[in-house]
């Protein structure tokens, strides 16, 4: 890895899931929005909420919560859209997460990420980057670009086109 690569992967954007917080690498966010109105669409996996407006373009928006098997981010008044930019086969697809509220952007040296754990053979874990660790709390470092499978981000960008109308 480029001596860049490693000083752009050390700032992370912080947000809450429920009681966790996670993290994504600061190179992967686009812009975090306030959450606005999203428009449904039929026919998409649980996780997809619908898609929203952003300047012009239909993006696609995935509640992680559900994705992880939690209860659906509920609307609050700190519920916010990361657009982030997911690389898969050598395509970008840009897609908002929602996120019950982000906290900051923080640095974490190497040294304060410690490996993704392994949870045997039947868990999905390959979408830790690692357990970063701040005071006494973990933060969980996502690999935004492993969240989803291929078919998952096929079924999420068909549902961007059945959108094409909505706006």
């Known amino acids: 890895m480029s001596e860049d690569a490693c000083n752009e992967t050390n700032q992370y954007l912080t947000f809450k899931l429920d009681e966790e917080i996670f993290a994504l690498g600061i ?21 997809m ?3 929203i407006n952003v300047r012009g373009g239909v993006v696609p928006v995935i ?17 916010c859209i990361i657009i982030v ?26 040294a304060q990420i410690e490996p993704a754990p392994r949870i045997g053979t039947r ?19 996502l690999d935004i670009d492993r969240v ?8 999420v960008s068909g549902g961007e086109e059945l959108a094409q109308g909505v706006g």
């Not at 509640?63 to 519920?79: C, E």
């Not at 897609?95 to 509220?101: C, H, I, S």
């Not at 989803?148 to 079924?155: I, N």
């Open 123 to 141: 868990l999905r874990t390959e979408f830790i980057k690692g357990m970063g660790k701040r005071d006494e709390q973990f933060i969980i470092i």
């Open 85 to 110: 930019e997911i690389a898969m086969e050598g395509d970008t697809t840009v897609l908002g997460v929602l996120a019950d509220q982000v906290e900051e952007v923080l640095d974490l040296d190497p």
């Open 49 to 51: 909420r619908g898609v």
């Open 63 to 79: 509640d992680l919560r559900v994705k992880f098997g939690m209860a659906p981010t509920p609307q609050t008044v700190n519920t």
């Open 27 to 47: 190179a992967k966010v686009r812009e975090v929005l306030d959450y606005t109105s999203i428009t449904k669409v039929p026919k998409t996996p649980d996780f």
């Open 148 to 155: 989803f499978s291929g078919e998952e981000l096929a079924k």
